[in-house]
């Protein structure tokens, strides 16, 4: 299928939590494929399959710099099984274009999921992974970076993506 469409806030399907993915097939290897693609395509750092209506605990990362090769990362019922500190960082979201807001997470993470392979793996992330990990995770919830700030920000960013979907109809 190649680059799927991207769903914008306030889509309602966003709020939707991903379902545990029971086993690896054909189609969810395809589904990752074209997760890549769009990911790389928009371009982001992070995927997560309810960004494209697919509801799934499934998210894609690849923080690689522009200079360095690929470093695709696929985490399949990802659990956050350790986190402590903070990390302070301007994020950004496909689902929320033009909109990049400051937001404190958690600085040092373990997370544990399934990879491509639907082998088991635990990572320990800090800085920018740990960041899009939490990012990522939060969206297989239902929640969105819209759900960290304060309620006037909370406001503006209401406003911008509404007018946005208005000039999209
Ligand atoms: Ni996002």
Redesign the pocket.
């Given at each position: 299928m190649g680059v799927r469409t991207i769903l914008h806030y306030p889509d309602p399907r966003l709020r939707e939590a991903g379902k545990r993915i029971e086993k690896m097939t054909p189609e969810l290897q395809s589904l990752i494929e074209d997760m890549a693609e769009t990911m790389y395509a928009a371009p982001?750092v992070?995927?997560?399959a309810t960004?494209i209506g697919e509801l799934l605990q499934l998210f894609i990362i690849d923080i690689a710099s522009d200079d360095e090769p690929s470093d695709l990362r696929v985490f399949i019922n990802p659990e956050i099984i350790e986190a402590t500190g903070t990390i302070t960082w301007e994020?950004?979201?496909?689902?929320?274009p033009g909109v990049t807001e400051e937001i404190t997470r958690s600085g040092q993470l373990k997370v544990r999921a399934l990879d491509r392979g639907f082998k088991p793996f635990e990572l320990e992330a800090e800085g920018l992974l740990a960041v899009a990990v939490q990012?990522?995770y939060?969206?297989l919830q239902g929640k969105?970076?819209i759900d960290h700030v304060g309620p006037l920000k909370k406001r503006i960013i209401n406003r911008k993506m509404q007018k946005r979907a208005e000039a999209e109809l």
């Open positions: 982001g992070g995927l997560a960004q994020e950004g979201c496909l689902s929320f990012h990522e939060d969206h969105l970076m």
